[in-house]
């Protein structure tokens, strides 16, 4: 059976801990179970368990997956994943939160296609603050000392504020893969100080959501002030 109570249940309880261990409300922090490469009826067990909002990272399997789905309507579902122009569209149909835009173009893209279907995006703007090469994201590897790197981020920001049927919650970026805790800690830490720096920056942009942490370091992306955590294989096992 594909039951996954357990898995969720222990994803929350993990949750909480982090939460209030730094004096954090709970509720304020959104759990998105990312499904990507998992078959409807695991999607539709997680359902069961609780899960409303669920992530997908490749625009195809969105679509059939929404589709299938559809009957399921509090669902919510999220984009996590690069983007290519060509394939925006399931997006603009199904998505309710894209959260890797990593270029003004695919945001424009994106505004346009959703006014012809008068819906709105809610997104994050994707930060590669690491600086690995397979990350994707506008380039932060050295904001606090790179003025030229807080420019292009505020310029791109700026435009994409002013893009109708696109709302800008806030920033997310991606920690290395099984780096040592203290190291995620600094990028996560990191990422909420360029978000503290561009609200400063763009007064009337009051985007301070952060996307921050996945199965194996979303703890620490609570503890360092993630609204919204990506939880695969936490959840669905291994892909
Ligand atoms: C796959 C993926 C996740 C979830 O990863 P797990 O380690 O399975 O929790 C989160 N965010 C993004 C962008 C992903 O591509």
Redo the contacts with the bound molecule.
């Keep these: 059976m594909a039951d996954k109570q357990n898995e969720v249940n222990q994803v929350q309880m993990r949750i909480e801990h982090a939460a209030q261990a730094v004096a954090r409300n709970p509720a304020e922090i959104t759990l998105v179970a990312?499904s990507?490469t998992k078959p409807i009826e695991d999607l539709v067990a997680a359902y069961e368990a609780g899960i409303r909002h669920f992530?997908e990272?490749r625009a195809e399997e969105l679509a059939e997956k929404a589709q299938a789905l559809q009957h399921l309507t509090d669902i919510h579902w999220h984009f996590?994943?690069h983007l290519q122009s060509r394939q925006s569209k399931p997006v603009a149909d199904y998505a309710e939160c894209f959260?890797?835009v990593d270029r003004v173009k695919i945001a424009e893209r994106l505004s346009q296609q959703l006014q012809e279907r008068e819906r709105t995006l809610a997104v994050y703007i994707e930060v590669n603050i690491s600086g690995e090469e397979n990350k994707g994201g506008f380039t932060g590897v050295d904001w606090e000392n790179n003025a030229e790197q807080r420019a292009v981020l505020q310029e791109a920001v700026q435009t994409i504020m002013a893009l109708p049927h696109l709302k800008i919650l806030g920033l997310m970026t991606?920690a290395p893969f099984r780096a040592p805790e203290a190291e995620i800690r600094s990028i996560f830490q990191r990422l909420r100080g360029l978000s503290v720096w561009l609200n400063q920056a763009l007064p009337t942009l009051n985007a301070h959501g952060l996307s921050m942490g996945?199965?194996?370091d979303f703890e620490i992306g609570i503890a360092e002030g993630a609204t919204c955590v990506?939880?695969?294989?936490?959840i669905f096992g291994g892909r």
């Design positions: 990312v990507k992530g990272n996590i994943g959260h890797a991606m996945m199965s194996g990506r939880v695969g294989s936490a």
